[in-house]
């Protein structure tokens, strides 16, 4: 056993591409140990994809409110809600250093000047960006970067020293009450609480590393440049020519299943850059020959759906949220039993007939739905001519608040009085 490990964290229909994360560490950093967190389990669908590493459950890492986490929180969430939890298990194993990766992410050179930042910093982040331009030019709006957060979770170096160990039980209780993707309130998962680290732990290291965490978002200050065989990494349009090894290259936003037709697996703003071109095809023939698209079709999210295999929607996610906050909770939140929380849900008329899941319809795929728009402007043009505009003004604030799915509680009678309760002046009153 090494004394540094990487981990990442995946659903068992991920594994094909932990097995990729996985190979290219051991090509190019074969000293140091790899695991493997699946978070929902062995599935007898995916046997024949078993991981090629050491992997855990994450049901095995005793989690006390493992049942509300994965309940109350949808995928994405839940995967970056255990993280601070997975760091502290690889450290309870003696490792002394720690370096999370996402799974989309390829290793393309050594990582050891990490390694060995972190002999001095005992928490390591990557900025998604890190050079300013009176004229932007990247492809994402900083706007865009700073709702996500400043630094790019995909990747963060821990050492185990008592600050950090502060840093991951400060992380922790957060991500179990605040990991949502909530842009209006503020949250986006795990990342955008990062933004606090660098006050909060001034020992933090703000990587300046050209070659780390290259990915979409930073390609336009960074051209890749293949020499000898080799990936590196050089600033894009500016007369620097200095050469910084490629360390790893984060793949995130590709369409992962459409890996054998470019034209979908590659976001098109980019499709004209030859540099990208180049390492993406690269990542593709990998996808490929793991059989990502085959193995990805199974199985659905078993925290997607009730024991029954209705679809939890993220509506049933944050009334459960609400009612968490207000010490209310059920032993399984999945059950379907009697007294269930899906009883209750049923009862009120708040569970979809059929078993698709309805956070994924669009307005586009509904029928003449430019037809309901105009129905929608014209009712909204009479209840100005109706109430005046004074009071429309403040309906659209309210409604702000009112819309926010977990004050749509009033919709399930037996909990109606946790939103009477509520005081919504702070959200609608634009002046406080």
């Given at each position: 056993?090494?004394?540094n490990?990487i981990?990442?964290?995946?659903?068992s229909?991920?594994?094909?591409?932990?097995?990729?994360?996985?190979?290219?560490i051991r090509?190019?950093?074969p000293?140091?140990?790899?695991?493997?967190?699946?978070?929902?389990?062995?599935?007898?669908?995916?046997a024949?994809?078993?991981?090629k590493?050491n992997?855990?459950?994450?049901?095995?890492?005793?989690?006390e409110?493992l049942?509300?986490?994965t309940?109350?929180?949808?995928?994405?969430?839940?995967?970056?809600?255990?993280?601070p939890?997975?760091?502290e298990?690889?450290?309870?194993?003696?490792?002394?250093?720690?370096?999370?990766?996402?799974p989309?992410?390829?290793?393309?050179?050594s990582?050891?000047?990490?390694?060995?930042e972190?002999?001095?910093?005992?928490?390591?982040?990557?900025?998604?960006?890190?050079?300013?331009?009176?004229?932007?030019?990247?492809?994402?709006?900083q706007?865009?970067?700073?709702?996500?957060?400043?630094?790019?979770?995909?990747?963060?170096?821990?050492?185990?020293?008592?600050?950090?160990?502060?840093f991951?039980?400060?992380?922790n209780?957060?991500l179990d009450?605040?990991c949502?993707?909530?842009?209006?309130e503020?949250?986006?998962?795990?990342?955008?609480?990062?933004?606090?680290?660098?006050?909060?732990f001034?020992?933090?290291l703000i990587?300046?590393?050209?070659?780390?965490?290259?990915?979409?978002?930073?390609i336009?200050?960074?051209?890749?440049?293949?020499?000898?065989?080799?990936?590196f990494?050089?600033?894009r349009?500016?007369e620097?020519?200095e050469?910084?090894p490629?360390?790893?290259f984060?793949f995130?936003?590709?369409?992962?299943?459409?890996?054998?037709?470019?034209?979908?697996?590659?976001?098109?703003?980019f499709?004209?850059?030859?540099?990208?071109?180049e390492?993406?095809?690269f990542?593709?023939?990998k996808?490929i020959?793991?059989?990502?698209?085959?193995y990805?079709?199974?199985?659905?999210y078993?925290y997607?759906?009730?024991?029954?295999?209705?679809?939890?929607?993220?509506?049933?996610?944050?009334?459960?949220r609400?009612?968490?906050?207000n010490?209310?909770?059920?032993?399984n939140?999945?059950?379907?039993?009697?007294?269930?929380?899906f009883?209750?849900?049923?009862?009120?008329?708040l569970?979809?007939?059929d078993?698709?899941?309805?956070?994924?319809?669009?307005?586009?795929?509904?029928?003449?739905?430019?037809?309901?728009?105009?129905?929608?402007?014209?009712?909204?043009r009479m209840?100005?001519?109706?109430?005046?505009?004074?009071?429309?003004?403040?309906l659209?604030?309210?409604?702000?608040?009112?819309?926010?799915?977990?004050?749509?509680?009033?919709?399930?009678?037996?909990?109606?009085?946790l939103v009477s309760?509520e005081?919504?002046d702070a959200?609608?009153?634009i002046n406080?």
């Open positions: 056993m090494s004394s490990v981990f990442t964290i995946v659903t229909n991920y594994i094909p591409m932990s097995n990729i994360l996985g190979d290219s090509l190019n950093q000293d140091i140990d790899f695991i493997v967190f699946v978070i929902d389990g062995y599935d007898q669908a995916v024949h994809c078993e991981s590493y992997h855990i459950y994450v049901r095995d890492l005793a989690i409110n049942n509300d986490l309940f109350k929180y949808d995928l994405t969430e839940f995967c970056t809600a255990i993280k939890k997975c760091f298990y690889v450290f309870s194993k003696g490792f002394a250093k720690a370096i999370y990766l996402d989309d992410i390829y290793v393309f050179s990582i050891n000047s990490i390694l060995n972190l002999n001095e910093h005992p928490i390591c982040l990557a900025p998604h960006i890190i050079y300013p331009e009176v004229n932007y030019s990247g492809h994402w709006p706007g865009r970067i700073l709702a996500a957060g400043v630094y790019n979770l995909g990747f963060v170096g821990i050492c185990n020293t008592e600050r950090s160990a502060l991951l039980k400060w992380w209780v957060n009450k605040y949502f993707n909530e842009r209006s503020g949250y986006f998962t795990d990342q955008k609480w990062m933004n606090f680290c660098p006050i909060y001034p020992e933090t990587m300046r590393d050209m070659g780390v965490d290259v990915a979409f978002w930073n336009h200050e960074r051209e890749i440049v293949k020499s000898n065989g080799s990936y990494v050089k600033r349009n500016s620097n020519k050469l910084t490629l360390k790893f984060h995130s936003n590709l369409k992962f299943r459409n890996a054998a037709n470019f034209e979908h697996f590659i976001p098109f703003s499709a004209g850059i030859p540099d990208v071109i390492i993406v095809e990542y593709g023939k996808l020959e793991s059989d990502f698209a085959l990805n079709k199974v199985p659905n078993k997607n759906y009730f024991e029954n295999g209705i679809h939890i929607n993220k509506m049933h996610r944050r009334f459960y609400r009612l968490l906050d010490g209310i909770k059920y032993e939140p999945f059950s379907v039993g009697e007294a269930s929380f009883s209750i849900l049923k009862k009120n008329h569970i979809s007939n078993r698709d899941n309805c956070d994924n319809v669009l307005v586009r795929s509904q029928n003449n739905s430019s037809l309901k728009f105009n129905i929608v402007k014209f009712v909204l209840t100005v001519k109706l109430i005046g505009f004074k009071n429309y003004n403040f659209c604030r309210f409604m702000l608040w009112l819309t926010k799915y977990e004050n749509q509680l009033f919709l399930v009678k037996d909990y109606d009085k309760a005081k919504p959200y609608i009153n406080k």
